[in-house]
């Protein structure tokens, strides 16, 4: 951090309140019993810069997490902001309603897949998702947009809530209660993976948010490779 921002007294914020935050996280949760996993890690990351963003005061900060763990063509060549960014967080509303999500698939979907592969898919989701906006972007700057203009910077969970949502309702598809596929389940898959194509293409150049495209990667990176190699027949099977 002090590399980053050069300037001590800015540093010394960061640098207290990062550690401070994390053992507030940690301590109650080693007494509650809640693992360490990727859902908890997202949960804990969100709400720790949310607070940064929105308590700390410190305009260097604010301007180092931007820059750090929000993603655009600006920085994406650093690679890490692909995945940093589904750890920024900004708004109340949002944080809750991801908080919620996250939460929910941690209960869920952590028990189906384990840590691993949901890693593993968070990975894709992010790299996925982030890969569209990038391209978009791209695009728009090739054909001559004033760059000033194509500053919009994606962040937080989204992509991989929108994945785990797509992912949990082809899993269900494959394995039809055997047979019988729950019809609401198939309906929410269908309805995310429009909302998610379509918030693609409608996301304006200078807008700031969440990041789309997560469903479109579960289905590409799931639904599709699990159908062409038959393994959704063996998961039903077994």
Request: net charge neutral; hydrophobic share 55%; proline share 5%.
């Amino acid at each position: 951090i002090l590399i980053f921002l050069w300037h001590i007294p800015s540093a010394i914020v960061p640098i207290v309140t990062i550690p401070v935050s994390v053992l507030l996280a940690f301590i109650p949760m080693y007494y509650f019993g809640v693992t360490i996993n990727i859902m908890s890690l997202l949960l804990l990351g969100n709400v720790r810069i949310y607070l940064l963003m929105n308590w700390s005061g410190n305009d260097d900060l604010r301007d180092f997490l931007i820059e750090h763990f929000t993603l655009s063509h600006d920085n994406y060549w650093k690679i890490y902001p692909f995945f940093t960014s589904a750890f920024y967080q900004e708004h109340l509303l949002q944080l809750a309603i991801d908080g919620w999500l996250l939460f929910q698939f941690g209960n869920t979907m952590m028990g189906f897949l384990g840590n691993k592969r949901l890693t593993f898919f968070f990975a894709l989701s992010l790299l996925g998702a982030g890969m569209l906006h990038i391209c978009k972007q791209k695009v728009e700057l090739y054909y001559g947009m004033d760059p000033l203009e194509v500053r919009g910077r994606v962040y937080g969970p989204n992509p991989f809530i929108l994945g785990l949502v797509s992912v949990e309702g082809l899993i269900f598809r494959h394995l039809n209660f055997l047979q019988n596929p729950p019809v609401p389940f198939l309906v929410l898959t269908a309805f995310v993976m429009v909302i998610d194509v379509w918030r693609i293409f409608t996301m304006k150049p200078d807008e700031h948010g969440a990041s789309t495209g997560g469903a479109l990667v579960a289905y590409i990176f799931w639904a599709l490779p699990t159908s062409l190699m038959g393994l959704n027949k063996l998961t039903a099977a077994l």
